[in-house]
C-alpha cells in the first residue's frame, strides 16, 4: 500500500513537471492519467482481495466435519434468500443433505460430500440422481464436494442436470458469487419467509 502511494505521489510530481515544461494546457491530459491509473489500481485491489478471499474460503473447509459442512451449504442458501432451508441429511436421508426453496419457489435438493483426498465418482451421483428427482421431486439439484469430481462423474451430472459444485466453485460461492440458477447473488436486508403458495400441496 505505502509503496502504491509513494508510486501515486511520483506520477502526479511528474504530471506538474510536464505540464509546466509544455504548457499548462497538458493538466487536464495529465489529470486524467492519473485517475485512469487509480482506477486500475482499485481494480487490481479488489480483484487481489477476492483472490485472497477465496484462498481464505478455500482453507475453512478442511476444519469442518462432515455435519459441519452440510450446515455450512444450509446457510449458503439461506444467505442467498432461499427459504424453508433445512439440513435433513443422516440415516435413511435417501442420498440428499439439503433441502430448500428458491426464493421462487422452485424446489432444491442438495447432497454434500465433504472429502479432503478423493474424488467424487459417478456411483455416487447415479445414486443422487435418482433420488433428488424421484424421492424429493427437485426442481433443481445440486451436488457439493469440498474436493473434486471425477470426470466421469462430472460428465453424468451434467447430462442428467446436476448442478456440480467442487471445491474452486464452493470457495466462489462462499465469497459471493452468484453459482446456482434461480438464485440471486447475496443480497442485504429482510428475507422474505412468508409461505410459498401450493407448498403445503407437495
Not at 442467498?80 to 432444491?108: E, H, M, Y
Request: charged share 25%.
Amino acid at each position: 500500500m505505502a509503496a502504491v502511494a509513494f508510486g501515486l505521489v511520483c506520477l502526479a510530481l511528474i504530471v506538474q513537471g510536464v505540464a509546466a515544461a509544455l504548457g499548462w494546457w497538458t493538466l487536464p491530459l495529465g489529470l486524467l492519467a492519473v485517475a485512469a491509473a487509480i482506477g486500475i489500481w482499485r481494480a487490481v485491489r479488489a480483484s487481489r482481495i477476492r483472490e485472497i478471499g477465496r484462498r481464505v474460503a478455500v482453507a475453512a473447509l478442511d476444519t469442518l466435519s462432515p455435519t459441519e459442512f452440510e450446515h455450512h451449504v444450509a446457510d449458503l442458501l439461506t444467505r442467498d434468500g432461499c427459504r424453508r432451508v433445512r439440513v435433513v441429511g443422516g440415516r435413511g436421508d435417501g442420498g440428499v443433505d439439503v433441502l430448500a426453496r428458491t426464493p421462487r419457489g422452485a424446489q432444491i435438493a442438495v447432497q454434500c460430500k465433504h472429502y479432503r483426498s478423493r474424488a467424487v465418482g459417478p456411483s455416487e451421483v447415479r445414486d443422487f440422481n435418482g433420488c433428488a428427482w424421484t424421492d424429493h421431486r427437485a426442481d433443481i439439484a445440486v451436488m457439493v464436494t469440498s474436493g473434486r469430481f471425477t470426470t466421469a462423474a462430472a460428465e453424468f451430472g451434467e447430462r442428467h442436470r446436476i448442478r456440480m459444485i467442487d471445491r474452486e466453485l464452493l470457495a466462489r460461492w462462499m465469497v459471493g458469487e452468484r453459482i446456482l440458477p434461480g438464485i440471486p447473488a447475496p443480497r442485504q436486508g429482510h428475507i422474505d419467509v412468508s409461505p410459498i403458495p401450493g407448498e403445503a400441496s407437495r
